[in-house]
């Protein structure tokens, strides 16, 4: 009977526990990157009233007989199933979709989590909503970045300005009139950028001096002054140029000061390409390939875990990436508050490097991961835990009855 009282009272204990996990899940149905937790019993260890015996040639042999001790939780399970992604279209909200951490730093120690509501602070700095600091790698000044080098805490630098791209190329395109006469003459120019960020304007003159070719010359600056082109006569067949063989109509450097070599090239057999057919006339500057000097307006992450940055020039450039980690064991990593983990010594050491590499999943940009719990699931683990305990309740009132009727023996 005493037996039975105190095994009812460690199923209380253990329901109870089940009962504060479960409750638990529920309160954190809507906290972002949030795993659920489940309890997991096993029997206390069982009292032998008879041990086992070997059969021999008179008897047979005998089970142990064995009396249980009641239950304990043995530990809980962490489920780190992926959550439903919530699309927030928020530049600096991303989301895990597979394995894997964010890395952040708090107070010096290195924690993870999967919760991507990142904002920026006072000095630049990318931070979670608890002020914990991104880990991450840095880009270089060409935006170059080493996924191989020491992470370190992502800062990215508002109101940056970038340096002015000199121009180095310019692709002409579009179409020459066949049935114009010798000596009709076209023009079109384009700004260039030099060394400075200044825009230099060339403009070119094509002129009709035979049939099917062209010669181009060039001017720049106000008052126009001549540039010479290193191939400037054109030679179209059937429409298509011939000549020059290379399709370039350079700009030798030193023409244009603090301007270099100029590729000048009218383009191949692919689209947008210079032609000569019928009467039309659409020749253009297709692109050029400098820009003067830009600020930082904007902000976007790939699925790399690239930040990328948009400057008001037009141009982009990487500033930093994400870093993520996996673990051979995440069910052994220790929860601590904010959504976060720690390492501990069963769940192997922290596997960093980029998105969807070496098991890691990739990012979703514009969205949040939302808890992975089930409120289904839940309901139906808070039924089974109350029932549970109520059941071990009825054993120990009725192992007290029954100590009861020992004590009226007496009467």
Known sequence: MIRSMY????????????MDVVGNNVANVNTQGYKRNQAIFTDVLSQIVTGASAPTEDIGGRNPAQVGLGVSMSGTAQQFGQGFLQVTNRSLDVALQGDGFFIIDRAGEQLYTRAGALFLDADGRLVTSNGSLVQGWGA????????????????LPIGDQNPPVVTTEVKLGGNLPSNAVVGTQLFTGVEIYDSNGNTVQIDL??????????????TYGDPATGITLTDNVITFVNGEFTIPADSNLNIAAGQIPNVGAIDLTIGGTTERR???????????????NGASAGVLQSMRVGTDGVIVGTYNNGLTQPIAQLAVANFS???GLERVTGSNWRTTVNSGLAQIGETGSGGRGLIAPGTLEMSNVDLALEFTELIRSQRGFQANSRV?????ELLQEIVNLKR
């Open 396 to 400: 120990v009132t009725s192992a007290d």
């Open 140 to 155: 270089d000044d060409t935006g170059a970045i080493d996924p191989g080098g020491t992470i370190g805490s992502i800062r």
């Open 329 to 331: 064991n995440p069910e």
């Open 7 to 18: 095994a009812g009272v460690s199923g209380l204990r253990a329901h109870q526990i089940m």
């Open 205 to 218: 003159t094509f002129e009709k001096t035979n049939t099917d070719e062209w010669t181009a010359t060039g």
């Open 274 to 288: 210079l032609t000569q057919f019928g009467d039309a006339n659409s020749l253009t500057v297709v692109t050029q």
